[in-house]
Antibody, heavy 122, light 110 residues
């Protein structure tokens, strides 16, 4: 059974940093691209960032480019999102999602975690 | 950027009746490899999204056959042949050429 478990969310002040983690199990982690998708309270879904199976291809939404960094550790079956210079508009539930393929584009997201809540507020 | 526009914003359906949701993209989703990268998700209340349909018309594992997807180019449709109470939630389309979602369609039961 595929499982994705996010952690690392919490309340943080504007301008500070936070690192999210996603622990994956139930599939061959290094065969697939992985993504972060967020959902602001009461709003729709927004793709944040994706990373290919071997970290060779990485992408970011314009809204987070230059502030967020995605990474993965295939030996630990883990995905990460380093979030710097956080803003109030980054407040959201952050989901880890598995891609159906090995690259970040042209695949869909077939499995999602339950999400970890990030609240940016003073 | 490719903009995905869903209609209607919300839908109230009598159980057993059909429902249809439209998703239009600002650019063709037909890739040079011949595939069309359009997906449908359902987010039930309090849950993460779940994949229903991939590449326009393929049902994901375990998805009931009352769900079907169709379309091409820039116009796509998700149909539920007979809505059940468990189908309530928000439906999203997504394209994976540039990774953007539609705004969502909320389906509720009358």
């Amino acid at each position: 059974e595929v499982q994705l478990v996010e952690s690392g969310g919490g309340l943080v002040q504007p301008g500070r940093s936070l690192r999210l983690s996603c622990a994956a199990s139930g599939f061959t982690f290094d065969d697939y691209a992985m993504h972060w998708v967020r959902q602001a309270p009461g709003k729709g879904l927004e793709w944040v960032s994706g990373i290919s199976w071997n970290s060779g291809s990485i992408g970011y939404a314009d809204s987070v480019k230059g502030r967020f960094t995605i990474s993965r550790d295939n030996a630990k079956n883990s995905l990460y999102l380093q979030m710097n210079s956080l803003r109030a508009e980054d407040t959201a539930l952050y989901y880890c999602a598995k891609d159906m393929g090995y690259d970040i584009l042209t695949g869909g997201f077939d499995y999602w975690g339950q999400g970890t809540l990030v609240t940016v507020s003073s | 950027d490719i903009v995905m526009t869903q209609t209607p914003l919300s839908l109230s359906v009598t159980p057993g009746q059909p429902a249809s949701i439209s998703c239009k993209s600002s650019q063709s989703l037909l890739h040079s490899d011949g595939k069309t990268y359009l997906y449908w998700y359902l987010q039930k209340p309090g849950q993460p999204p779940q994949l229903l349909i991939y590449e326009v018309s393929n049902r994901f594992s375990g998805v009931p056959d009352r769900f079907s997807g169709s379309g091409s180019g820039t116009d796509f449709t998700l149909k539920i042949s007979r809505v059940e109470a468990e189908d309530v939630g928000v439906y999203y389309c997504m394209q994976s050429i540039q990774l953007t979602f539609g705004g969502g369609t909320k389906v509720e039961i009358k």
